[in-house]
């Protein structure tokens, strides 16, 4: 097939890519290579999608503009004929969301709106497009279920892609436009962002500086290797979505709808305390860490639990890669990109 990837340059955007390459797929990024972190990480990561379409010669086309661009996104759809298309591309962060919302908005709303408009135009078979466990916000019920409302999100961040999911219904609604969102739970492993937990932490550790745990360290996380992700990403997308046909109007389902539209959660479905995945950063790095407790942060939720029975059913995902192992590999990559 030859399939979208937008956010190519990004974490998962870059995992997604480099595995459709390796199964044989055409594909065509589209990332604007921004510095909300340090840009040279991205750039590393496209020469390496690069060398994969090299040894692979599946077909590989980077498009280096702003999803914001009305005019690029659509000289884009009207270049290449797609498949599929996976929108990963979006401004991340949940606390850069309190310091600078307008980014979020061009980001994560302008650019959607911009995806959705091109995929209904050009009668794109599926859709699929990248959510966040953080949608749940303010519910404790767990684990986390997507047949459960999630409409009181924490942080703006939160709110912008909740609101992608709305949207994208009214589009499966209006157009039938087939979409899937997927509600991502903490994503780790090689070819992290500088900004998340492991790489800070790691880097902190190896130069023998404090890490901070916020929540005095008591929060529990999701943690789910990148390359279960993306599979699960591409299982999802392989699948278009369709009606549910036991959807009820009187009592609607949030995950489902009588439009081709739904919602997955995709963790790991197995919550590790943060302390206890700063042991196992501890035991590859052969270090122990200087800890720094600190209260929760604005925003920020104690726990994450991914209820991912769903997406198990229907598209046969379930990762695979227990913690430890995805740490040790994480590490094994920081010291060789870091020399």
């Known amino acids: 097939m ?27 990024g589209f990332d604007i290579v921004n510095d909300y972190y340090d840009p040279k990480l991205k750039e590393a990561r496209l020469r390496l999608l690069e060398e994969t379409n090299r040894l692979t010669n ?31 591309a979006a401004q991340a962060g949940v606390r850069y969301s309190v310091e600078n919302p307008h980014a979020y908005v061009e980001s ?22 990248a959510s966040t466990s953080s949608v749940y916000g303010a519910n404790t019920n767990m684990p986390f279920s997507e047949h459960r409302p999630a409409d009181h999100p924490l942080q703006f961040y939160a709110a912008t892609k909740r609101a992608n999911e709305l949207m ?5 609604h209006l157009f039938r436009l087939p979409t899937t969102g997927l509600r991502f739970f903490t994503v780790y492993g090689p070819w992290g962002r500088p900004d998340m937990a492991l790489f800070l932490f790691t880097r902190n550790i190896l130069a023998g500086e404090p890490i901070k745990l916020f929540n005095n360290g008591n929060h529990t996380r999701d943690f789910t290797y990148v390359e279960d992700i993306a599979q699960g990403v591409i299982r999802a997308s392989d699948q278009p979505a369709a009606p549910s046909a036991g959807w009820d109007s009187d009592d609607p389902d949030p995950a489902t709808s009588n439009a081709p539209w739904r919602i997955f959660n995709i963790g ?5 305390k943060l302390t206890q995945y700063v042991e196992a950063l501890e035991e590859e790095l052969g270090r122990k860490a200087i ?9 920020d939720v104690p726990d994450t639990f991914a209820d991912t029975l769903a997406l198990q059913a229907a598209v046969g995902y379930k990762p695979v890669t227990p913690v ?3 740490v040790g590999a994480f590490v094994a990559w920081f010291r060789t990109y870091n020399n």
């Open 324 to 326: 430890r192992d995805g």
């Open 108 to 129: 994560n709303i302008v650019a959607f709106t911009n995806i959705l408009e091109a995929c209904r135009h050009a009668d794109i078979a599926h859709l699929t497009y």
């Open 268 to 272: 790991n479905n197995n919550p590790v």
């Open 168 to 172: 994208a219904h009214s589009y499966s």
């Open 291 to 299: 800890v720094e407790l600190l209260p929760l942060q604005p925003g």
């Open 58 to 88: 599946s077909g590989y086309h980077f498009i280096r503009a702003n999803l914001a661009d009305r005019a690029a996104v659509e000289t884009c759809f009207a270049d290449h004929k797609f498949d599929r298309v996976v929108h990963l």
């Open 2 to 28: 030859k399939v979208l990837v937008t956010g190519n340059a990004g974490f998962i955007g870059f995992h997604v890519a480099k595995a459709l390459l390796e199964r044989g797929d055409e594909v065509v």
